[in-house]
């Protein structure tokens, strides 16, 4: 799959409401108006087989599959995968560039129009008849309801056995395993950020308090536009801004970490949990800032585990891929690198991208909302990424050594035979060669995950850390193969 930023603005609500198909005849007030791999990501090919549409959870247009060819933690040559946006394919979650994430109005609501009310029908003596009873009825009932109430009046002693609440609703204590509950401890160390490039452009993401030394983790295309002497904030629920810098940030794997300045010294950082425990069906809370408006919690489940995802800023340029948690928790424009809760309230993933319907999103823009279908990044990559950044300053990639293919196909990830630029298919000296792997092997299993394309070996070998042992199926001349591999590293985006 392939995903797209968020952050188009909303057009504002018509003037005035549309006129009902078929209205009754008869006239009536109307209604008032309402108010990559391990290298570089190559460019996009020049075409290709085109798929469903994924975004980042922030401005930009949808990817869909196309042919090309990408080195499995290595890089790839022009005219590799991703392809162009094509309708259905999922998006980031963030504000990202161009996006009117930040401040961004929601769509606004149109009230139906005016209705006019059908022509009363004659009444016939029969009615006339029970409307009077009707009437006598009414009115015994309120010479009853108020001599029952002056009864209660004066006999009251009291002793009434009404109950009242001893709290009003902003002082009642949320149980910890509610929904409510996770929200009020959560929600303090969760922020709205703010990146702006040198030229004004940006848009708005999400982040959440990593540690007490002030580093915050998020999206690396929530703060792309930030990156080369741009505009970094970071505000929490109470108010209070913060200028930030970026620390590090990893585009394959789209993890940022950013470092707020004069950080302040009561900083809590939300629990991380394990996220490979979860399971299908496992209770989700997301908490971010759709469309700008800053500290929406939406919930839902896990609606599936390890689903390749490949996302995309709609450059072409910067594409990330992840074995990605799928929940159907409400995820938006603006929602990008903020965290997904499980029922306890740790971090179990980053929300990433978004499935997009179609490259038309509101108003006629490429930006679209959520439809249910969400991903987020493992917090337990996600943690080691951030880890990494920290530390130095750059993400390390795990790799075979070796150049597949990153046409979308169901028969696995294909070796090809030249790789990036010129280069070796097969990494001399590399795992691959190591392995025994040759140019036109096709890859159909990393340990017990199958693999069915090149985006998703790259996603699957990038769950796992560089000296990790796998077990690597292959096919070749028609028959299947099974090799230990132990995985390299490199360093860097570029």
Do not use: C
């Amino acid at each position: 799959m392939s995903t797209e930023n968020e952050g188009t603005a909303v057009p504002p609500a018509p003037s005035a409401p549309p006129v009902p198909v078929d209205a009754p005849a008869a006239s009536a007030p109307q209604a008032s108006d309402a108010g990559a791999p391990t290298t570089p990501i190559p460019p996009h090919p020049s075409g290709g087989a085109q798929g469903p549409e994924l975004v980042h959870a922030g401005p930009a247009p949808a990817y869909a599959s196309a042919e090309g060819q990408q080195h499995a933690g290595q890089g790839g040559p022009e005219g590799a995968w991703p392809p162009p946006q094509a309708p259905g394919t999922p998006l980031y979650a963030d504000g990202g560039a161009g996006g009117a994430g930040a401040g961004g109005a929601g769509p606004t609501g149109v009230w139906g129009a005016g209705y006019q009310q059908p022509a009363p029908k004659p009444k016939s003596g029969r009615g006339g008849l029970v409307a009077a009873i009707l009437v006598a009825a009414l009115v015994a009932g309120g010479l009853g309801g108020g001599l029952g109430y002056t009864l209660a009046k004066n006999n009251d002693d009291g002793s009434s056995t009404t109950v009242s609440a001893s709290d009003s609703g902003g002082s009642v204590k949320r149980d910890a395993g509610t929904v409510a509950g996770v929200a009020q401890r959560a929600l303090p160390s969760t922020v709205t950020i703010e990146a702006e490039s040198t030229n004004g452009e940006g848009g708005t993401g999400t982040g959440f308090v990593f540690d007490t030394e002030g580093h915050i983790v998020t999206n690396n295309h929530v703060v792309a536009d930030a990156v080369d002497g741009g505009k970094l904030t970071a505000t929490f629920p109470n108010g209070k801004k913060y200028d930030a810098e970026v620390v590090g940030h990893a585009q394959g794997y789209d993890v940022a970490v950013i470092k707020l300045k004069n950080a302040p010294s009561d900083l809590k950082p939300l629990t991380l949990g394990n996220s490979d425990q979860v399971a299908v069906g496992d209770s989700t809370i997301a908490i971010g800032a759709p469309f700008g408006l800053s500290n929406t919690v939406t919930t839902g489940i896990i609606s599936a585990k390890n689903r390749p995802v490949a996302s995309s800023d709609g450059s072409g340029s910067n594409a990330s891929y992840m074995s990605a948690l799928q929940t159907d928790a409400s995820i938006n424009p603006g929602n990008s690198g903020g965290p997904l809760l499980d029922a306890k309230g740790n971090v179990i993933g980053i929300n990433s991208a978004i499935q997009s319907t179609g490259s038309g999103g509101l108003g006629g823009t490429s930006q679209s909302g959520s439809i249910g279908l969400g991903f987020a990044i493992p917090i337990n990559q996600a943690k080691y990424v951030a880890q990494q950044l920290i530390r130095t300053g750059k993400p390390v990639y795990a790799k075979i050594g070796a150049s597949v293919s990153l046409e979308d196909s169901s028969g696995g990830a294909k070796i090809t035979t030249e790789g990036a630029g010129g280069s070796a298919p097969v990494e001399a000296g590399g795992p691959a060669a190591k392995a025994g792997l040759k140019p036109g092997d096709v890859i159909t299993k990393l340990d017990d995950s199958v693999i069915d394309s090149g985006p998703t070996l790259i996603g699957e070998i990038w769950t796992h850390k560089p000296g990790d042992k796998v077990k690597i199926t292959y096919e070749r001349d028609g028959k299947t193969h099974t090799v230990d591999l132990t995985l390299g590293s490199r360093t860097g985006d570029s």
